[in-house]
């Protein structure tokens, strides 16, 4: 059974560093490209970032472009999104989330959610 | 970036009813279009996969079409299960954008 499990979420104030894990199980990690995709408050869904199963090609959105990194370590089969110079409106619960087997056809699986408040 | 627009943003239906869900793209993205359908506190759920594909485990009443900028998500008899937010996302291109989300709910 895939399993993502996500943690790291917390109370940051602004200008502020976390990084977030998420876990994954149930599958050969490696093998597929991984997303983070955060949901504020509220609102809709928002991709964030991307991740290639090498590792070897990222991807941001512009609003996250230069303050976030995305890193993933097959040896732990663990997935993180390193975010810097945090602000109010990153405030958001954070999903991991893994591709299908074919690239470009949705995520299949989701974690639980990682809820990262950036406030004074 | 490419847009996706919803609509409508919310409707209410009733159970048995036929619903459509619209998402264009504000350029073609071929079929690369899915559809997730999320609950309150919950994890978004794949329903449809390019375009048009049902994921594993979705019930058939869920359907969807399209190709290029203009698609639809169809649910053929709503179920009390059913009621939630539906959104698109294409995958032709990053940034992996979403539309707005339609909430479904209960008349």
């Known amino acids: 059974e895939v399993q993502l499990l996500e943690s790291g979420g917390g109370l940051v104030q602004p200008g502020g560093s976390l990084r977030l894990s998420c876990a994954a199980s149930?599958?050969?990690?490696?093998?597929?490209?991984m997303s983070w995709v955060r949901q504020a408050p509220g609102k809709g869904l928002e991709w964030v970032s991307a991740i290639s199963g090498s590792g070897g090609s990222t991807y941001y959105a512009d609003s996250v472009k230069g303050r976030f990194a995305i890193s993933r370590d097959h040896s732990k089969n663990t997935l993180y999104l390193q975010m810097n110079s945090l602000r109010a409106e990153d405030t958001a619960v954070y999903y991991c989330a893994k591709d299908r087997e074919v690239p470009g056809t949705g995520f299949d699986h989701w974690g639980q959610g990682a809820l990262v408040t950036v406030s004074s | 970036d490419i847009h996706l627009t919803q609509s409508p943003s919310s409707l209410s239906a009733s159970v048995g009813d036929r619903v459509t869900i619209s998402c264009r793209a504000s350029?073609?993205?071929?079929?690369?279009l899915n559809w997730y359908q999320q609950k309150p506190g919950k994890a978004p759920n794949l329903l449809i996969y390019?375009?048009?594909s049902l994921q594993t485990g979705v019930p058939s009443r869920f359907s969807g079409s399209g190709s290029g900028t203009d698609f639809t998500l169809t649910i053929s008899s709503l179920q009390p299960e059913d009621f939630a937010t539906y959104y698109c996302q294409q995958s032709y291109i990053t940034p992996f954008t979403f539309g707005g989300g339609t909430k479904v709910e209960i008349k």
């Open positions: 350029q073609s993205i071929d079929s690369f």
């Open positions: 149930g599958f050969t990690f490696r093998s597929y490209a």
């Open positions: 390019a375009a048009s």
